[in-house]
């Protein structure tokens, strides 16, 4: 048994469609953010379910690590190949395969990316809300259960998923829920493959809920003096029920950034971004009640506005932060954190964090999707500066410990990967132990992405 | 090892919290419908979680069963101990622990009711929304998914848990989730839980989002001619992206139920219930844009109301609708059937329904959650009349495959407990093999409340 042996034998069923080029393994080994390249022994490309569950059977005979891969998107490592073995490169499969319009549903293939799923979706009035920033794809975004800008009012992939098919550890192929909009029958897999990150199964087919385009949508900005009014102005106004959007915040630095690196005009000090969707009135009425309390707050330069040129300036702004930041430091590389809290306790958890990156020798701009308590520190490091490194992941491993101590969690929307291995025991106890009873009944070779989400001699 | 060595070591610990008295072990033996009484051998009223930890520990060393057991009004004879053993009654636990309002989020012991809960939290001006109809407990409410007439707008209880701490079938006590709004830290454990009909283990502690209570609430009533009327009614309104709170379908038979024991004096056709929660301009507005449609689809009779006592009336004949349609026929019994299909697929799932109730020998009002696709048939049968039993269950079966026909499930919102065993093979294929797998995992002896869910051995 061995990854050699797989290869060979998959090949005899990929043919071309099986790479061993060295190019094709070094791009399936790298991160987008600090880890080091941990190549694949070989990328298979299928075209189908049938083609995958060959290929985990395969790989189940030789006891040989299998790897989904999406768009490459993902920022803890989820795709390293640190015991080798076969990358799954979902590019092939990235049909929209049914758009349901009465049922708002529509039956994709994973490796679409969700630029692509709105893309196809255009004409029918219908759109796929979640929005992680990156063009990430649909398989992966599930596997990670990835968020973004309109989790607030959306939700995230845990709740936007309807029906999943699966292929397991062991080749089978499974599939979890329905096109029915909610059920009782038995436990939820759907939400157990959600987030499990290629570690139970791979996903080969998604069924997703879909929203109406809103007949309006009204963007707008403002300014606090200080973090914890903005965030005040986010309690308030998710308290009254006002259906934001989207509601993000950035700091100072962040705003920096946004003036270098897209030309804006911000002073700078913290910001809110937000964005209302709704009918003509009920937008411009949610918008009216926000800026009386950001008023109430303290906040300035409050407009609104429905033009959609200054909505996709805004939102290009917003979701070329990491490259902004990244800007900020010439050939940086970065550690990009990402902490969750209950939003009672997000004001300190930023200013703790804010304060923490100040005191140290390295820049991070803090920026968040603060309608959730979530925010992340984007760490600029020197490449190959090891020391840099250090201070970065002991920022990082205090921000980990300040969302334990809040009653937060230690990844939002990231994931675990390999970043945030060390912390799942903090986070769980005996629950992680749970987890691993679940892998090694659905994975007892442990092949499915091995060494992500748990650790498993 | 024996059920009668574990009674004896629970009684040392409980005391006379540890009932075998004749009428505790029948009244814990009762099913709110068809099914035969099963009683436990004991029935233990813990009062926190170290006990229930302690009664599973003693439980599992003696391979005795261990039902949990909240208000008691599972329609799938959940909690029936057909393999004797001990029925934990959270009535005891019936505390709110905290009550967030800045996160809103409540923390509450599993035996608290929903009404009991919303009673409490009536002066933070917050609630908890989801709304089965019958006064449940939140623990048991929890364990089997449920939903009810406000899912459409606030989600399952999938959706409303944030976090809970439960008893392992070996006496562990874990904590899932937390109270951040979201979480990518590994598998989603909460919503394992959620739906898993105490089978995976006793629910201790739940934390609960909360929703601010609307600043005005509209409510409305309308008739049409035809069932599918009705349901394009809705299926545009959801795709209008109208917020409905509450959008519930009545067959005529159900308006007739309601003439008769609420004294309402509905025409005897089929009908929209339907809420609206909001500000005072969204509410109106929202009302009016349904109405327009109403009046597109031919309904008639549409008259919308903000008066708390329309409400009310409107509301409880909704939730009293189970026992009106019971008083239908004097000392009836019902089997209460729960399918849940693509929203497209419902009017031909209503009216099949409706045409095979016709023709068979029983009456079986139908209704049901439209905006979820949801939908029950009420089959009344004289007690103890075997014939009339089977012709219900015959009509059940009917509907359970024309549920998974038509793209759904064989159960929306009651869950599987005894009654809807014999569909999950058809339901799941191997994804029931694979809940077994992690019960396997998680309850190596099958303690915990055996027999449902899944068939093992």
Known sequence: MSIQSAIAELSLVLGDRLSSAKPDLELHGQSETHFTTMPPDAVAYPENTDEVSKIVRICAAQDCPVIGWGAGTSLEG????????????????????????????????????REDLNTDLRATGLFFPVDPGANASIGGMAATRASGTTAVRYGTMRDNVRALEVVLADGRIIRTGSRARKSSAGYDLTSLFVGSEGTLGLITELTLKLQGQPEAVASAICAFDAIEDAVNTVITTIQMGIPMARIEFVDSATATAFNIYAGANMPEVPHLLVEFHGSDTSASEDARRFGEIVDDMGGKGFEWSTKAEDRRALWAMRHNAYYACLALRRGATALVTDICVPISRLAEAIEETRADITNSSIPGPILGHVGDGNFHAILLVEPGNTKELEVAKDLSHRMAERALRLGGTITGEHGVGMGKLDYMQAEHGDGWAVMGDIKRSLDPKNIMNPGKVLKLN
Do not use: Y
């Open 78 to 113: 989820h795709t390293s190949a640190f015991r080798g073995g076969v990358c799954v490169d979902f590019s092939r499969m990235n049909k929209v395969l049914v758009v349901n319009a009465e049922d708002m549903d529509v039956v994709v293939q994973p490796g679409i990316t």
